[in-house]
């Protein structure tokens, strides 16, 4: 198995299906500096191996990849063979580097720290959530012990029911106050601590540093419970100061004065244990948390009797140009987060810095794990943080340029682009979300993921690597080593102007450009997702605004014509389109492709709007050939949940939509009506054939019937057997059994065969074809040559190959086909039909509309029956069958009193 198999099936299924759709499923085998080694696909004889690397390990490469310093010190720990794991012993790689850490730290803010090491960033969240839990709650003993004393002292003085004479609990006994305190002391020490973190803040992803972490993007369902938590939304001073004022808790003491008398006094306490802050915000778009807000934070902290905590793993280390982002603010935090660029790129290590007069040593005794403390780890570390002042000035340099230059390209398309932010090595580009014509392209260029369809172009044609940020996908961060060459510089400003020109000039056939190269491995489809519970009860007609909505599914066309979905990339070839299709399979939503009014001739209108079911036909049937039908189903049921999201009334399932729904039985609905459309289909090939076999002579009437098992093909079968003579049903090899089951209804109306070969056609005059191929199974060599054909193609996508089309004696009529009445001509992009001319499927879900009382004729099998109603109803509206013949279109008025009865006494 190869690494993009193993990776998809056994590391990260989701990611490898999304590198793949996004053509970012490429493997780095080397990295030096600013760079990384791309291993080129194989045969590949263009592209460069050398990737500019501005994604930085998330932050966590400032060195570059392999910095040589930190490599002498990595090799120096194999050479002296230092021990990875000495747990339980004095570590000195340890105590250096934590030494170091308290004393830069310490250099700006006073402050002397206790470092706890750990190994990732989340851990070292996690530790200082932790251990502001215990100090939190510690002090809050003590206090309690302070109040019991004081109470016991009271009882002991006899002054217990002395009644205060001042302050806030005046009136009030001191034993009745001073017991009231220590309740709720006790409850406040008891109580969860509450732990408050900012608007868009990223902290980690571990159960609890996930809860202070404000994940918009990711499921709900992946939250687990954490610590109780508050958002701070209103970053004002102001408002932060004050912002969780009535969660204070009043607590009164007392004191007795020389003279005996009793005064009380209040002070608050608060469940608030901490306040965590990015000074600079990396992963939700590079946001600086302005230093007056960083100020505010320190008064609620203070107010609050809270730790503040710093989280700098992304933004400190030097990145910025200054070892602590928070230094020019002035604000010094209780606790600071070290982790990312702590490790030189090299080591796994983080680290939580606590002021010792804060420090709860009993913390350091029972926080500990197996990793924490390693001399390999902390050496490299000792040396990393060495490096940050190395490099110190050509940060702060090429931090400027680099921002300057992108503002540049910002000013010059800002139609592209809404801002560059951040400050030294730590860039964001946020990027406006384009708006293209086509739906298709809008479902493509989604907030999540325009960040990573800018990276495939950049990768693919500047060999520059960035990804979005983590929680705002649509900011590119730009975070590169302090090793970037001012040549370097100029190549992602010329980077970024590319993209933001296509951008801007939609062009988006040459943005798109590299997701035209076919993928490589399996395909997997992606797992549902369970729905939020909808909305109930479903609104009926007329609640729900001026006009009856309808829905109508259709799968996306076949590659060929992907053109009239995207008209923006009507420039590639049928390869391209193919390759693009197969790369996005399974990762778009449905999506609304647009939206029309239609007019009945006799009475009502309705909205007809057209939603995507994001498959082609030939996805659809290899899907159900590899055994993925469950997701093809569940994909049309997303569709169908978004018409009704859309409010529509009526439902209808078109190209290969009903088919994956078991014929829309698997589209259960109370209070919307679902249909196939497929009797209106079928109405319109009876009512052809009819006029078809009513002019032919005496042994002319012999109909083929291809796909007579499928919905459509049944009851054509039924409707037309008593118009002929004979009749053949064709189907797939191993279709024999069912075939026989239908012929088997029909052989007292028709002389009926059966066969499992196209051969079986070449004595029928008249063919009709139904089948749910996605490939054409009638070919020039199954046709009689020698007479003429009536082909009746019912199957959407057709049934008969193009080469029939060239048959001098075959009349090909693609059945089906529905004219809108008046002069409508509606544009529903993927019809390629003539203006003005519906699939018939698509008409019967309009007269559904037009109709409310009505109910579907096509859920489930179809019925004569509801086939007549079909047309009836289409006839009562002006939906009237068009005839399509090479170019030729020629519509008819259905022929409705003539032979409705006819049909049913032949089929009681
Ligand atoms: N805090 C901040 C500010 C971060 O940016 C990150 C990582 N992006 C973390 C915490 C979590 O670090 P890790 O991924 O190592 O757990």
């Known amino acids: ?63 570059g990849h392999n910095h040589p310093a930190l490599l002498d010190v990595a090799r120096q720990c194999f050479e002296e063979r230092i021990p990875f794991n000495a747990q339980a012993s004095i570590r000195p790689g340890a105590a250096e580097l934590a030494q170091r850490l308290s004393e830069i730290v310490g250099a700006t803010t006073g402050a002397s720290y206790v470092v706890t090491l750990g190994s990732t960033g989340a851990e070292a969240v996690e530790a200082a959530v932790k251990h502001a839990t215990v100090e939190h709650r510690r002090r809050l003993g003590a206090l309690q012990e302070q109040f019991e004393v004081a109470l016991r002292r009271a009882h002991r003085d006899g002054v217990a029911d002395l009644v205060c004479a001042s302050g806030p609990a005046q009136g009030r006994s001191s034993a009745e106050v001073l017991s009231e305190a220590l309740d709720r002391i006790a409850d406040l020490r008891t109580a969860d601590p509450v732990f408050v973190s900012l608007r868009n803040a990223f902290h980690g992803k571990t159960a609890g540093a996930g809860t202070l972490t404000h994940g918009g993007n990711v499921p709900a369902d992946l939250h687990v419970p954490g610590p109780r938590h508050r958002r701070l939304s ?44 990015e000074p ?58 070290f982790s990312k660029s702590l490790g030189g790129g090299l080591a796994k290590i983080s680290a939580l810095l606590v002021d010792e007069k804060r420090y709860v040593p009993e913390f350091g005794r029972h926080h500990t794990s197996t990793f924490a403390d390693d001399d390999f780890s902390s050496r490299i570390a000792t040396a990393a943080v060495d490096l940050s002042f190395t490099y110190r000035d050509r940060i702060i340099e090429t931090g400027v340029l680099l921002r300057e230059r992108l503002t540049e390209v910002a000013q010059r398309w800002p139609d592209a682009i809404i801002e560059v932010r951040g400050r030294g090595l730590l860039l964001g580009i946020e990027f406006h979300l384009p708006q293209p014509e086509s739906g298709l392209l809008r479902e493509v260029f989604d907030t999540e993921s325009l960040g990573y369809l800018i990276a495939g172009r950049l990768l693919h044609t500047h060999a520059i690597r960035v990804i979005p940020t983590l929680s705002a996908p649509t900011t590119v961060r730009v975070q590169p080593s302090a090793l970037l060459e001012p ?47 909808r909305d109930w009860p479903v609104l009926h007609s007329g609640s729900r605004g001026d006009v009856t909505r309808v829905a109508f599914l259709a799968n996306l066309d076949v590659p060929g014509k992907l053109w009239s979905m995207a008209p923006e990339l009507a420039a590639w070839s049928d390869d391209q389109c193919e390759a693009a299709l197969d790369r996005m399979w399974g990762e778009l939503d449905p999506f609304e492709v647009v939206r029309h009014r239609v007019t009945s001739e006799s009475k009502g209108e309705v909205e007809v709007i057209m939603v995507a079911a994001p498959f082609t036909a030939g996805q659809a049937v290899a899907a159900l050939r590899t055994g993925h039908g469950a997701w093809l189903r569940r994909t049309v049921l997303d569709a169908v949940e978004l018409g009704v999201a859309l409010g529509a009334e009526v439902i209808g399932l078109g190209g290969h939509t009903s088919i994956v729904t078991n014929a829309a039985r698997d589209v259960v609905e109370s209070s919307i009506r679902v249909t196939s459309g497929n009797s209106l289909t079928a109405a319109c090939a009876y009512d052809l054939l009819r006029l078809e076999l009513a002019a032919a002579g005496p042994g002319e009437r012999r109909v083929g019937l291809v796909g007579g098992i499928g919905n459509i093909g049944a009851v054509m079968a039924e409707l037309i057997a008593p118009h002929c003579d004979s009749m053949v049903l064709v189907g797939r090899p191993g279709s024999a059994r069912r075939l026989a089951t239908v012929a088997k209804r029909l052989s007292s109306v028709v002389d009926v065969s059966i066969a499992e070969d196209l051969d079986a056609l070449r004595d029928c005059p008249i063919v009709v074809s139904a089948t749910n191929s996605a490939d054409p199974v009638i070919l020039p060599h199954h046709l009689a040559g020698d007479r003429k054909i009536l082909v009746c193609d019912l199957a959407v996508p057709g049934d ?3 080469a029939v089309t060239g048959l001098s004696n075959v009349t090909l009529v693609s059945g089906g086909r529905i ?55 289409a006839a009562r509206h002006g939906l009237h069958p068009a005839r399509i013949v090479s170019d030729d279109i020629s519509v008819q008025p259905w022929i409705v009193d003539q032979f409705g009865s006819t049909i049913e006494e032949h089929i009681g």
Request: aromatic fraction near 8%; glycine fraction near 10%; charged fraction near 15%.
């Open 1 to 63: 198995m190869n690494a993009e198999s193993g990776f998809a099936r056994y590391a990260r299924p989701e990611f490898a299906r999304l590198f793949r759709a996004l053509h970012l499923d490429v493997i780095y085998q080397g990295g030096q500096g600013d760079h990384l080694t791309r291993k080129l696909p194989a045969g590949a004889d263009q592209g460069t191996d050398q990737v500019l690397d501005l994604v930085g390990g998330a932050g966590s490469s400032l060195f």
């Open 234 to 277: 209103d970053w004002s001073p102001q408002h932060v100061v004050t912002a969780f004022d009535s969660d204070r808790v009043p607590v009164y003491s007392v004191t007795v004065d020389a003279a005996g008398v009793a005064h009380s006094q209040v002070r608050h306490l608060s469940p608030v244990a901490a306040c965590f802050v």
């Open 280 to 337: 600079i915000q990396g992963e939700s778009g590079v946001h600086e948390v302005p230093a007056e807000t960083l100020a505010a934070l320190r008064e609620l902290a203070d107010r609050h009797e809270a730790a503040l905590v710093f989280d700098e793993i992304q933004c400190g280390m030097g990145r910025t140009g200054t070892f602590l982002a928070s230094e020019g603010s002035g604000v010094a935090a209780d606790y600071y987060l």
């Open 487 to 533: 040549a370097d510089v100029d190549r992602i400003a010329a980077g970024f102007d590319d993209v933001a020109g296509l951008l801007s000039r939609g062009d988006y056939t040459t943005l798109l450009d590299h997701l035209t190269v076919p993928p490589a491995g399996v395909w997997q489809p992606p797992q549902h997702v369970p729905l939020p519970r």
């Open 800 to 802: 008969v190959h193009p």
């Open 819 to 873: 004219q809108l009445p008046g002069m409508q001509t509606p544009h529903f992009p993927g019809i390629t039909l003539p203006p003005g001319i519906l699939y018939s499927c698509m008409a019967e879900t309009i007269g559904l509309g037009f109709e409310p009382e009505t109910p579907s004729p096509s859920y489930g099998g179809l019925s004569s029956a509801g086939v007549l109603a079909a047309r009836d109803l």
